[in-house]
């Protein structure tokens, strides 16, 4: 059974959130709900309602798939989404320490650190 979360952009601030269990959105990938076959169609139509009230835009869900023990985004953008850039360190979201840690182990480049 795939599993999967409901994503959209927040149309005050257009970060990426998630939906929770609660049908709120989140910002952590973490903390949104959990939704399999059975439950996407219903889960994207709570999302076109919220989108419907103009509380988020672009509402999709994201396939996830078990890697090393964690659910993880099957697709790169939806990792980039989730986790923060791919470049570099320093467009890592503040608000959010765990942008600066990659899901794929890959340490981040610290331009002028000795």
């Not at 795939?2 to 903390?31: F, H, K, M, P």
């Not at 103009?54 to 989730?82: C, K, N, T």
Request: aromatic share 6%; glycine share 8%.
């Amino acid at each position: 059974m795939s599993q999967y979360v409901i994503t959209a952009n927040d149309l005050r601030d257009g970060l990426v959130v998630y939906l929770d269990s609660e049908g709120d959105w989140c910002s952590s990938l973490e903390d949104g709900c959990l939704v399999g076959d059975v439950d996407l169609q219903a889960a994207l139509a709570e999302g076109k309602r919220a989108e419907d009230d103009q509380r988020v835009v672009g509402v999709y869900e994201v396939s996830l798939a078990l890697q090393d023990g964690r659910l993880m985004p099957e697709r790169l953008r939806e990792r980039i989404r989730a986790f923060g850039p791919s470049t570099h360190v320093d467009f890592a979201r503040a608000d959010m320490p765990e942008h600066l840690t990659h899901p794929d182990g890959v340490e981040a480049v610290r331009f002028g650190a000795a």
